[in-house]
């Protein structure tokens, strides 16, 4: 095994390394471990021989992966000229509630494997939180960086993990500079999952994997994904080029309007994404302004144009319409992040660049348990009642007609 530069293509071995050495690019991981797993094993290490840990007493396990695929026709009945196909990846059935899980456990684990005494992350709050949690597993001591506004769910699970919090004014790139300041100075591995740590990204490409396998080999026609830097694109393109056939869906970047560098660059027809000034919006596992690595979001780019997909972005309102209906019309608890496809597939039908026949998979990334407070904001059919007297007044008469 050995990492590559996706810029200039230069290998180096496999190391606790961030970017490559000659040009600064991102690194991938090249070759798979062939690593034996007993057939008892559940979750995405069933498909450990194609990750790139070696040593299998190294890994670090909540049983992550191998996620629901749900068809949502009640969802796909509600948006207004689909007659599609529609499938929700429902992400939050991980251990801790996000997708970040799989990155967390296979980068965790390659850490482990190399040696490192501890681990540090820069986190809007998901990636945060499973740090925490697999880093308890692991016994080592971890540090979470994270911009002071993230939501309280989020904050307090990483805290109950026995993690290390830090709270940093700003956006989530001053966070990012932090985590790998500390990285550096203690020795930490560093497990931020932007496309910083290949052994992390390299975990994502099982979601690709496991949407074949759910779907009988029948490739979907478009896949859309909340980005922030992007990963998550990339796992599920690689996981498909990889196991696919060949058949590589569109990948559809979303983001929310008020944090969207990718989609700006997309719809100027721009080649370099640059960064976000100023991120403002309800979405915070998407809102990363990719400043001081704005190459993360053109390397997004660049897959995103090579699948013939799109990047599009989402108003606040139009995410907050979207949980409703996944949660109502799905019984599924999506964060505004988890939403922002429901919200992006609308957009898009109602534009004509989603045909009204395709077949579309929607990856619901976190839970709503992450974002109580904005769930507490939405309309509510919730009432105070002292007795049945109250009760009955309230219901009328769907509960006195006897
Ligand atoms: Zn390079």
Redesign the pocket.
Known sequence: MELR?V??G?LHPPALLYA?E??G?ILEVMGESGLAVPASVRGMWRHGAHLGITDASAIVSLEEGDTPLHVASRAAAAIPGFRGMLWVKDETRNPTGSFKDRLVSAAISKARELGAKGVVCASSGNAGASVAAYAARAGMPAIIVVPAHTPDGKMTQIAAYGARLLKMPGHYSRSYDLAMALARRNGFANLTTTFLNPWAVDALKLVGLELMQQLEGQAPTHVLVPTGSGPLVKGVVQGFAEFGGGAVPRAVAVQAAGCAPIVRAFEQGAGEVEAWDAPNTIASGISDPLIGYAGDGTYTLRLVRQTGGVAVAVEDEEIRAAMRLLAQQEGLYAEPTGASPIAALAKLLAEGAIPPDARVVCLMTGHGFKDAALWRSMPADAHEVADLAAAEALLGATVSGA
């Open positions: 530069c810029e200039c230069r490559c000659a040009c690019g």
